[in-house]
């Protein structure tokens, strides 16, 4: 009954921008955490930004600054504004959706409670 679609992705040179959407449907989303993450090969997952029922947001130290990540409520929709590319940040794109009692746990707890997106990928070259 939960979907979680993403769009968006695609490949950029260095310094370009790319806008990641993510539209869930099939339960009450303005209740739940959104984030994004991402994966590439040979690395570990990690979380590139969050934000809370309420709008609170929080950013990986190597996003901050680059990245916004938004909730639009009425189209019950996440997005993630990605300027200033660098090749380092080539990887796939996960959204993810938790109820909001969640926030403030690990990726894995994310992954075992949490709806998840098809992931797009990102590719930056130099």
């Known amino acids: 009954q939960v979907q979680v679609v993403q769009s968006g992705g695609g490949s950029v040179h260095s310094g370009g921008s790319l806008r990641l959407s993510c539209v869930a449907s099939g339960y009450t989303y303005s209740t739940y955490s959104m984030g994004w993450f991402r994966q590439a090969p040979g690395k570990e997952r990690e979380e590139v930004a969050a934000i809370d029922s309420d709008g609170t947001t929080r950013y990986a130290d190597s996003v901050k600054g680059r990245f916004t990540i938004s909730r639009d409520n009425a189209k019950n929709t996440l997005y993630l504004q990605m300027n200033s590319l660098k090749p380092e940040d080539t990887a796939m794109y996960h959204c993810?959706?938790?109820?909001?009692?969640?926030?403030?746990?690990?990726?894995?707890?994310?992954?075992?409670?949490?709806?998840w997106g098809q992931g797009t990928q990102v590719t930056v070259s130099s």
């Open positions: 993810a959706a938790v109820p909001s009692e969640y926030y403030n746990t690990g990726w894995h707890d994310w992954a075992m409670f949490g709806y």
